[in-house]
């Protein structure tokens, strides 16, 4: 290396155990060939050898031996939504080669950084190995029938004293959906609703927040669609770091069209280079922007005004709150100046379609289900959804977080947003073909059954709040984690305490995560080794509900085992430590019946089949692994824009969207060919077109809340109509039209009252098949909700964070008062009220966000010798003005400090005018440092990422979204020194 | 024959690093080798673009006219590799070459440079197309297998093209009409005296 | 000129955006173009750098045109310089042995003689000179190797000779840096310039007109050796280890200008001692015993330095050093 840095020192002396095996002197897999005296003569000589012998040198080296055959298998990247698909070249069960995947009409051939380095991650050379338990702050190995074996007795032991609440179940949405959903129905035959994954800290607010308003909690265009858009508005958002792929189709969108791409951020991100306008604004001022832009668009009659008779419910109530928002005040609260609102206002409401797209600077924030439906409510006044290229293309996390919500890892519902309730229950259990008293039996209590769970960003405070606070028999003394990081979460410092007051912590995941460092537990701690989707079937969602089908490239790697075999064998494990404890409870039996178990383990296709059966509210009953199959064997025949079949396309497929885009209605055997745009009414039902969704009653104050004169293309009632129900359809005239068949199964299942069916609770599919002959759509055609009256703030209205430098403000826009939620208090004024104290000596805003090497807490990626590379440092960054005030240099060490909990992070300072004065910014993926002190000791010996630093999260603060406690990690304050 | 180029698009670049990690994986480059990298100018500010670099295969390549034991040839599509087995890492070409694509292994003491590492192009060096020889010294050879570099087959917003300068240069020519601007492509001049003319 | 272009630039970029129907995008429009900001700094001589991930600031800089100019420099100027110096130096030396022969002491030897140097001194010059004869070689190669020897010995040797030639530079450079530190701290104080020198160099040195100048230890031709060997050579070493720390303690530009003045003193330094090396040995009767035996004849002694041994004569009592 040509290299000599100074200030790299003491990186490298701190990477110095890490860089071990990196250096080309050090055990690369080339270096490896070249110590084994592999070089040259000697592999050149290999090809007569054994294979046994050239298979061991393919599993040392992973490289290609061009003299025998290669196999391709294709798979979905495990990192981000936008469902990049991956082809793997495996050679003697080692993934030796990766290449572009041109077929795929989401990637064609490209990758990020991390996509392009997934072969790593099957290699991992850091991955946990074996099962390991924490024997008095040592890590030792175990086997995994002794892991689970003392799991499961620990477990049993907590249920008998503390009952099945008190055991957290953390899932992932790094989970395929068929993992997904086995890990909800296993928290469901546990007895609790405490299973949550990482949408609660990514999208739960925006899941929320358009399901109030239009029916579905979901992107409703594609990435693709985006490639027809003529403007695009990005706003808490940034692709080019966290979806860089998406921006393939934004850019090319841009150029083709001409279209104008409006970046709304507080900071200048890489997305923010490419705008044609950007618009700075000060953090947690989302609220006032869009009524400011619609301030504009309703003062000069900008607004769709046919659209909003026909399919908006409640807009006047907007208008009234919209009014407020004059551009003095919009200035005065945002910082922006009125002539730029105007501008954007009028190429938003005017150079249509529009579309806009949100990440988490809109969703993390204690307003963020506010936020979400301003947003959507700046949609349907410019008449922006339902068409190609508009819609609120919201960009989800993680790769499979589209599913991993969808099949229930939510503290608020059973699979497929069913909710809670008796009837929610019912109708899983006929899936699942088990009674419902032996569900409630399951649970401290039907109420119990009934009460959303504890949420991710709150299981600390329910481990340590007084046991009177939490409102369930006992308070968390269990927690089981499959593939989430700790450092995702706010207040780590309170996370550490809670972590060392659990009697029993499990991670289950193919790295340690930060959870292996954040706290100074000694014992009572176990860790299994689960592998990658890499390394096993299943399928996932990406952001555009596309389900892509992965096929396992090799198989897993070290002693890891998949989600399913895992999920088995401790549903096994619990029923011998039942059986010892003679109680009466059982898993296995029961949970995996209706699943074919192959290997200790059920198979994807046949949980998928189940999934088919339950989850008809998003009408996920047409997308048989079968299909899926067929999508990825003929991924070149889709369109690059409509994602339709194209012509000429095989029989199985044609008219298909690629990847069944939820709702996918009926059998599978109807062909029903997915939905590319949500409440597209210019198709037919059966083509894909849809309305808005009637999920909220007929009517409200005396007006109806069904469609008035829209309704999708052929629909046969052409004018808005309920769900459909045997009621409905009786009342149509249409109930004879059910066969003999689906009769008898709502006979079957609705014995006692036949007209409670539904097309979300009829098994058969009839409902929906006879709906959709009629040109109609099951679930109802509505208008959607600008005013949605169930939530806190029925229409968003402004209110300043919880520490907000603008103290001025407060009083004028307080924060929501003191209330109790999802089981746990939830502290609003009286946090905010600190800031009047806080602010003079924090004076900074922190915010924090995406880096496009890393993904999510990072340990995956931080291990990733490729991509640990090219961000070796935590860093902060810090505007030229705020580092000069401080004499802070660039690449210089520097504390911040938050102002709960005495926190503060010693990380570099990166000067820099990417975010404004007052403005500072820290990406969320690094871990192992806390306040300064190197954990690396902490890990399991060799599984330590290569690159560790101080998780943001130890100086976030407080906060959280009134409906569903998604936490604030882009509002607070902070104070940075030099160090 | 192909003259063969690279050519980047920075109005569509993002600085999203798949081509050096693309390239990192299919060669197994080691840490500190960093035959691809992406430069970001005017970080922060209007204006900013983000730029990948990596050997540009010059025309009359500076590092060729300038090493001591002349371990550099040009292949018949224009591609500029060398021969390991003859440099002995003096790093005359990182001074030379305006691209800082000369890339050295520190090894023994003092900073000495090991054998010089480059962007071979994915087109492997001077041994046998795709032999294990040339995989431990070059990374692999995807010239002789019908393929285009890594990199740029893999770039997330395809805005790093590779192929033959003149179909490039179309592509590209082509993208600046449809869009109606276009920064230029960087490095043509200097690299190969010409530039791409819209 | 280079409003002009930009002026012209502008013209161009209006025209164009009025051929569109739609206007480019507004942040589209004032980004720099980059084969425009490659000429100016091309002819600027600066760099264009931006902002990088990875540790490795030199990284940073996107394109130097300034590669260009070293290149220029090594591959011409260089070669012209050295090969005129040295081979300029050896055709003189060739030219002044022909015409002038060896210097001869007067009258031959006279059989006494007299030490001039101490077995430090000596081992200290050998270790310099050695040092110097393998680091000016492998120099030399680099810059002449691949048109002299690599046709001769083809690739594989001459690689194998220029491998070993940098390590030798390489290692060689401490010793050679060490020796010049001793060899200023033992014969500083006898170099220190002073009128006599005028003197000498008005005679000639003896080489060119007739009869000796006077001298002290060292004469005036002796100390311009002295202080090429220790200023220049010391240049030569410092600029040395900049090339040997690639990158430590400068940039890119640090490296081209520390090659620059590291090559170009090499080759001067070469030429100087060739012809230090000549009239130390071929070119004088007497004057190899000096760093050999370290005991010249005292006839010669008078010649060259008479002052010296005076002095020498002075201190110690006559013939104490006979042999």
Redesign the interface.
Known sequence: ?????SD?RA?KQRLASAYQGLSAGGLDRRAFLRNAGLTGVGLAGLGVVSAGRAERTGAATGTADHSQPITRVKNICTHCSVGCTVTAEVQNGVWVGQEPSWESPINRGTHCAKGASVREIAHGDRRLKYPMKLVGGQWQRMTWDAALGEIAEKMMAIRQASGPDSVFLLGSAKFSNEGAYLFRKFAAFWGTNSVDHQARICHSTTVAGVANTWGYGAMTNSYNDIRNAKTMIIMGGNPAEAHPVSLQHILSG?EMN?A??IVIDPRFTRTA??????MRIRPGTDIPIIWGLLWHIFENGWEDKDFIAQRVFGMEKVRAEVAKWNPAECERVTGVPAAQMRKVAEIFATQKPSTLIWCMGATQKTVGTANVRAYSILLLATGNVGKAGTGANIFRGHCNVQGATDFGLDVTTLPAYYGLDEAAWRHWCRVWDVSYESMIARFDSKAMMEMPGIPTTRYFDAVTLPRDQVQQRDNLKAMLVFGHGGNTVTRMPEAKKGLEALDLLVIVDPHPTSFAMQSDRRDGTYMLPACTQFECDGSRNSSNRSAQWGSKVVNPIFESKNDYEIVYRLAGALDAAAQRRNMTVRFQGEMFKGFEVRDNAPTAESILREINRGALSIGYSGISPERLKLHMQHQDQFDLVTLRAKPGAPAEIAGDFYGLPWPCFGTPEMRHPGSHILYNTSLHVKQGGGVFRARFGVEREGKTLLAEGSYSAGSEIQDGYPEFTVAVLKRLGWFDELTAAEKASIQRHFPNNIDLASWATDISCGIQRVAMEHGCVPYGNAKARADAWNLPDPIPVHREPIYTPRTDLIAQYPTLPDRRAFRLPHLGQSVQARSHQVAPNFPIILTSGRLV?YEGGGEETRSNKWLA????DMFVEINPADAAARNIRDGGWVWVRGPESDSKVRVKALV?ERVGAGVAWMPFHFAGWIGGEDRRSKYPPGTDPIVLGESVNTVTTYGYDPVTFMQETKVTLCQIAAA | MARMKFLLD??RCIEC?ACVTACKNEHEVPW?I?RR???????GR??E???S?ACMHCTDA?CA???????FYTTADAIVLH?K????????C???????APQ?PRVGN????GKMDKCTYCAGGPQADNSPAEYTQYGANRIAEGKLPLCAEMCSTKALLAGDGDMIAQIYRERVQRR??G????????AYRE?VAV | MRALLLALLLACAGL??QA?T?P?????????????L??QR?LQGGR??????????????????A??E??AF??RTLAWVGGVAVVGMLALLAIFFFSRGRIRIEGGPSGQTIQRFNILERANHWMVASCFIILGLSGL???F??HLL?PMVG??A??AV??WG?YAH?FLSFPFALGLVVMFLLWVRDNIPNRRDITWFKMGGGFIGKGHPAAERFNAGQKVVFWITILGGGAVAASGYF??????ATD?AG??LS?IVHSLLAVLMIAAMLAHIYIGSLGMEGAIDAMSSGQVDVKWAKEHHSLWVEEEMGKTPAGAKHV
């Not at chain 1, 280079?273 to 950007?278: G, I, K, L, M, S």
């Not at chain 3, 490795?56 to 800089?61: E, F």
């Open positions: 290396m040509l290299i000599k840095r790299g990186a841009k001409r104008n791409l280079a490419h705008a044609t306008e950007y090497e590379e090219l961000q070796q820099t | 920075s109005d690093n500190g960093n990298r992406v430069v970001t100018l005017n970080d209007p204006g673009r983000s730029i670099m500076p006219a300038v090493c001591p034991v002349s371990c021969d087995d003859l440099c002995i890492g003096c790093g005359y990182f001074y030379a070459c305006p691209f800082g050295y003092f900073g000495s440079r109606g601007y920064a230029g492509a960087w490095g043509w001049r200097t530039t | 164009t955006a569109q739609a480019a995008p507004l942040s589209d429009r004032d980004q720099s173009s980059a084969e425009e490659e000429l091309t264009i750098e931006g902002r990088i991930t990875i540790p490795n600031q030199q990284a940073a800089t996107l394109i130097q045109p590669g260009r070293w290149r090594h591959n190669n680099l810059t190797g691949r690599l690739p594989e001459f690689t220029s491998q940098k390489n090339l040997i720390f690639p990158f430590a890119i490296m081209q090659h």
